[in-house]
């Protein structure tokens, strides 16, 4: 199986700061790779798919880039609502999530 | 509006089988572009894809599951469901069901876009 590794698994940030998480790929996955947020209790929320896509009704301050086996997802001006853990997921070979990393206050 | 409702018992003794249900309700699931799935969640193991099927029965499992997994689709119900079996501690976890969508336009990137809100299933005896 590919591997996913995130960085940071956690943060500390304040309303309206810039936010960037990193995902890497065990080896090359082309854009073959999709952000989501989960707060507590409730199920992933799609964010971005195809490495820079951003899914509809998602907010514009969210934003996905890379490719091949770096990736980022950028918070560009963080929200109260915005506190959450994401993940990625790449879908270039068996479907495998990242660790996730836990955006808090 | 698309909505995933899965269900079933939330304690499952171990050697057993795990079995859940989900119903999709907004839309229906015979539809080409789709796959319908189940996910689980654990602290030790974090998101997992257990595997997902197609409305025509069409199945792909992950190699983790490979042996002990077995997705159904009944299109007449608009259901699908999950079996694990042999099922030990180190199955305990939230379960979820869910869409998977493969392409957009002539994007591929397979992803989850609709999920149920989660199962927590504990084994044990």
């Known amino acids: 199986d590919i591997q996913m590794t995130q960085s940071p698994s956690s943060l500390s940030a304040s309303v309206g700061d810039r936010v960037t998480i990193t995902c890497r790929a065990s080896?090359?996955?082309?854009?073959?790779l999709n952000w989501y947020q989960q707060k507590p209790g409730k199920a992933p929320k799609l964010l971005i798919y195809?490495?820079?896509n951003l899914q509809s009704g998602v907010p514009s301050r969210f934003s996905g880039s890379g490719s091949g086996t770096d990736f980022t997802l950028t918070i560009s001006g963080l929200q109260p609502e915005d506190f959450a853990t994401y993940f990625c997921?790449?879908?270039?070979?068996?479907?495998?999530f990242g660790g996730g990393t836990k955006v808090e206050i | 509006q698309l909505q995933l409702q899965d269900s079933g018992p939330g304690l499952v003794k171990p050697s057993e089988t795990l079995s859940l249900t989900c119903t999709v309700s907004?839309?229906?699931?015979?539809?080409?572009?789709?796959?319908w799935s189940w996910i689980r969640q654990s602290p030790g193991k974090g998101l997992q894809w257990i595997g997902s099927?197609?409305?025509?029965?069409?199945?792909s499992y992950s190699p983790s599951f490979q042996t002990r997994v077995t997705i159904s689709v009944d299109t007449s119900k608009n259901q699908f469901s999950l079996r694990l079996s042999s099922v030990t501690a180190a199955d305990t976890a939230v379960y979820y069901c869910?869409?998977?969508?493969?392409?957009?336009?002539?994007?591929?990137?397979?992803?989850?876009?609709?999920w149920g809100q989660g199962t927590l299933v504990t084994v044990s005896s």
């Open positions: 997921q790449q879908s270039y070979s068996t479907l495998t």
């Open positions: 869910a869409r998977r969508t493969d392409w957009v336009g002539d994007l591929s990137s397979p992803f989850f876009d609709y």
């Open positions: 099927i197609s409305y025509r029965g069409i199945t």
């Open positions: 080896q090359s996955i082309n854009s073959y």
């Open positions: 907004g839309s229906s699931i015979s539809t080409t572009s789709h796959y």
């Open positions: 195809a490495a820079s």
